[in-house]
């Protein structure tokens, strides 16, 4: 039935079965849509949670034998790490960016 109607066949080639069974609309879901389930907020971002800022890799050598590494060997491994106590406050010349840019005109 579809391939047979050229019109149903474009919109099953664009738009897949949901295309058929909403009326060819595409099931009403555009790209924003898409990136909004995976990302929260849409194509422009800025929408979603704000995680934590992850710190610095940590790499610490351990000793390890071939068996262990085959038998699949746990070891438990304390490292200790600074963090920042109380509330953390906003630079006041950045605003928490980073960064400061500065214009200077010189003639």
């Known amino acids: 039935e579809v391939l047979s109607d050229a019109e149903k066949r474009q919109k099953y080639d664009k738009f897949g079965l949901d ?3 909403e009326g060819g609309g595409g099931g009403g879901r555009s790209a924003d849509d898409i990136f909004s389930m995976f990302f929260g907020g849409g194509a422009g971002g800025g929408g979603g949670r704000k995680a934590p800022r992850k710190g610095e890799s940590i790499n610490h050598p351990i000793k390890v034998s071939l068996e262990d590494l085959y038998n699949g060997k746990t070891v438990k491994l304390a490292i ?3 963090v920042i106590i109380g ?14 840019v500065e214009l200077i005109q010189i003639a």
């Open 80 to 82: 200790n790490r600074q």
């Open 87 to 100: 509330e953390a406050t906003l630079c006041s010349s950045c605003d928490g960016q980073g960064i400061v």
């Open 19 to 21: 295309g058929l069974e």
